[in-house]
């Protein structure tokens, strides 16, 4: 069966998710949406994608860009489509759009988990989304908090955890956004990460604190997780090895900075110079002196491309297709990692 996939919302995610779609041997992409004509219509009208406005066709016939219908004509020709629209238009869209033309819908981490009742992370919980209608894929930086705390769960048994969030201030093509010369705490205590984590992780005792810095690049996440069983920490490195979408990235290389990992990922020839795995610091996963029970890392995460990978993953859960591993590996081998 091939799966017919429509992207609502062609911005940061929805492009890269388009692309991904369009690599899948089992999923067919019918089209994109535009709100707005810009660079990103040309690029995608470039790639051959259908166009469908959501907002008029006005803004694209001045820019000479022949459309292809609007959302409701794509609509009418998908299985399922990814929202990737800014926070809170997808859960109108899921209510007004979707429900009514019965198909199914993915939304992603700016909505939260009540949108949908499932959140997803393909390592944690594939089967929860099997053969559901609507499910989030949670932001970036709860999906990297998931793989790695997943992983080290699995190894040791996690009895708690303390995570704090340091967050790039906006994407790097975005110009609205900071800040650009403060560090700006998030005055709420848990922050919603911790909740967040927990819609995938249900068991999991989490409390998290964050801030966001002057970058566009990636966040950095400082974990202190207390487990079960002890640690030591050339298994903690073998561990993380081990675990799919998750890098050992080491001093040694030079990968020493969020900046540095960005370029090694553009040297890597990726796509857009993308690292959809979590980076895992190989010199700086720990254990304190005191006790082997307290796991210490940090670990950064690529806000735009992380969560790709999941929503490949999610929406063959989605359309019944039970094996996982088998999923993740499928969707692992388009992107090039492991
Ligand atoms: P974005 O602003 O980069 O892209 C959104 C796109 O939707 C834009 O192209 C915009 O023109 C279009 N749009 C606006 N209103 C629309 C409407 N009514 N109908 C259709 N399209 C419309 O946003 P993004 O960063 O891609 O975020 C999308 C979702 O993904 C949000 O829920 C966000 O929280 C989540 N997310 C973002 C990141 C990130 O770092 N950028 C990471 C993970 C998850």
Same mark, same amino acid.
């Given at each position: 069966?091939?799966?017919?996939?429509?992207? &609502? %919302?062609?911005?940061?995610?929805?492009? !890269?998710?388009?692309?991904?779609?369009?690599?899948?041997?089992?999923?067919?992409?019918?089209?994109?949406?535009?709100?707005?004509?810009?660079?990103?219509?040309?690029?995608?009208?470039?790639?051959?994608?259908?166009?469908?406005?959501?907002?008029?066709?006005?803004?694209?016939?001045?820019?000479?860009?022949?459309?292809?219908?609007?959302?409701?004509?794509?609509? *009418?020709?998908?299985?399922?489509?990814?929202?990737?629209?800014?926070?809170?238009?997808?859960?109108?869209?899921? +209510?007004?759009?979707?429900?009514?033309?019965?198909?199914?819908?993915?939304?992603? %981490?700016?909505?939260?988990?009540?949108?949908? %009742?499932?959140?997803?992370?393909?390592?944690?919980?594939?089967?929860?989304?099997?053969?559901?209608?609507?499910? !989030?894929?949670?932001?970036?930086?709860?999906?990297?908090?998931?793989?790695?705390?997943?992983?080290?769960?699995?190894?040791?048994?996690? *009895?708690?955890?303390?995570?704090?969030?340091?967050?790039?201030?906006?994407?790097?093509?975005?110009?609205?956004?900071? /800040?650009?010369?403060?560090?700006?705490?998030?005055? +709420?205590? /848990?922050?919603?990460?911790?909740?967040?984590?927990?819609?995938?992780?249900?068991?999991?005792?989490?409390?998290?604190?964050?801030?966001?810095? /002057?970058?566009?690049?990636?966040?950095?996440?400082?974990?202190?997780?207390?487990?079960?069983?002890?640690?030591?920490?050339?298994?903690?490195? *073998?561990?993380?090895? &081990?675990?799919?979408?998750? !890098?050992?990235?080491?001093?040694?290389?030079?990968?020493?900075?969020?900046?540095?990992?960005?370029?090694?990922?553009?040297?890597? %020839?990726?796509?857009?110079?993308?690292?959809?795995?979590?980076?895992?610091?190989?010199?700086?996963?720990?254990?304190?002196?005191?006790?082997?029970?307290?796991?210490?890392?940090?670990?950064?995460?690529?806000?735009?491309?992380?969560?790709? /990978? +999941?929503?490949?993953?999610?929406?063959?859960?989605?359309?019944?297709?039970?094996?996982?591993?088998?999923?993740?590996?499928?969707?692992? *081998?388009?992107?090039?990692?492991?």
């Amino acid at each position: 069966m091939t799966i017919k996939v429509g992207i &609502n %919302g062609y911005g940061t995610i929805g492009k !890269r998710v388009a692309d991904a779609v369009a690599s899948q041997k089992d999923m067919k992409l019918i089209g994109v949406t535009a709100h707005s004509y810009s660079f990103n219509t040309e690029i995608a009208k470039k790639k051959g994608y259908k166009i469908f406005t959501t907002a008029g066709d006005g803004d694209f016939k001045l820019n000479g860009i022949k459309t292809d219908g609007d959302i409701k004509n794509l609509i *009418e020709e998908v299985d399922i489509i990814v929202d990737a629209t800014p926070k809170k238009i997808a859960q109108d869209n899921l +209510e007004k759009l979707y429900k009514p033309s019965k198909i199914k819908g993915i939304v992603q %981490g700016g909505e939260k988990h009540q949108v949908t %009742g499932v959140s997803f992370v393909a390592q944690c919980n594939y089967n929860e989304a099997l053969n559901k209608d609507f499910v !989030r894929v949670v932001s970036c930086n709860t999906t990297g908090l998931c793989r790695t705390l997943n992983a080290v769960d699995k190894a040791y048994g996690i *009895e708690s955890v303390h995570a704090t969030m340091i967050r790039r201030g906006a994407d790097p093509w975005d110009i609205y956004h900071g /800040p650009i010369n403060a560090i700006v705490p998030v005055l +709420e205590m /848990p922050s919603h990460h911790g909740p967040d984590a927990k819609s995938v992780l249900h068991s999991m005792e989490i409390f998290t604190t964050a801030l966001s810095v /002057p970058s566009t690049l990636m966040h950095l996440h400082t974990v202190i997780a207390d487990v079960r069983k002890k640690v030591n920490v050339d298994d903690a490195v *073998e561990m993380f090895k &081990n675990t799919t979408r998750v !890098r050992i990235v080491r001093n040694a290389e030079h990968l020493r900075s969020t900046a540095e990992i960005m370029e090694f990922a553009r040297d890597l %020839g990726r796509l857009r110079g993308d690292m959809p795995e979590i980076c895992v610091w190989q010199e700086a996963i720990g254990i304190t002196s005191n006790s082997h029970n307290k796991l210490l890392y940090m670990q950064a995460v690529h806000q735009e491309s992380d969560v790709i /990978p +999941e929503n490949i993953d999610c929406i063959r859960a989605m359309m019944g297709f039970k094996d996982g591993d088998k999923s993740i590996k499928m969707t692992n *081998e388009t992107f090039g990692i492991k």
